[in-house]
Each structure stands twice: as C-alpha cells, then as structure tokens.
C-alpha cells in the first residue's frame, strides 16, 4: 500500500502561482507513473499532468505552457508548478500513482486531495 500526500494548496488570486506537493510512502517510487488531477465542484475528475519513470511528460491542453510537473525521486516527491492561474483552476487536486507492467495497471493510488480556489 502506497500513501500520497499533499500539500500546497490554498487560496490565491487570478494570475497568481502556487506549487503543490506529494509525498509517497514507497521505496519504489522511481517506478510510478506519478500524475495530478483535478475535480472542479459538480465536474468530472480530470487529467491535469502526468510524468512516467523516464520523465516523459503529458499535460492536458487547459494547463499545457502555465504548468509544469516535475519528481524527485530521491525525495519520493512529486510536484506541480501552476502559474498564470485562472478562476477555472479551482478544483480539488488529487496526487495519483500508477504501477503499470506490461501496459497494465497493476496498482492505483491517491492522496486525499487539496484545494486550490483562484479567485477572480
């Protein structure tokens, strides 16, 4: 079992950045497909970035040139880095982890989520 934290969210105004964390409990880490996504009040959780194992990395076009994600894998980190903010960010971000052998996941994780509210 994996646990995923996050911090970072709050509260900021239109054009504003905010960096978010996620801490994972795993000495594996390195080999999780790590991901933010999101879920807006009475919308569908979607897809906000992802990074694999090698770095390779994949944005949804609302955030592609304002956010950017990054790991470190020595920390068991990942992080999101929104800037340029919109009031159409505000969501509840949620830290995921996927195992994926062979192209099957074969473990899903996420962190309880944070609050990002951008205020107009």
């Known amino acids: 079992q994996v646990q995923l934290v996050e911090s970072g969210g709050g509260l900021v105004q239109a054009g504003g950045s905010l960096r978010l964390s996620c801490a994972a409990s795993?000495?594996?880490?390195?080999?999780?497909?790590m991901g933010w996504y999101r879920q807006a009040p009475g919308k569908q959780r979607e897809l906000v970035a992802t990074i694999t194992s090698g770095g390779r990395i994949n944005y949804s076009d609302s955030v592609k040139g304002r956010f950017t994600i990054s790991r470190d894998n020595a920390e068991n980190t990942v992080y999101l880095h929104m800037n340029s903010l919109k009031p159409e960010d505000t969501a509840v971000y949620y830290c995921n982890a996927k195992r994926i052998q062979f192209s099957v996941t074969i473990s899903d994780y996420w962190g309880q989520g944070t609050q990002v509210t951008v205020s107009s």
């Open positions: 795993t000495s594996i880490f390195s080999i999780y497909v």
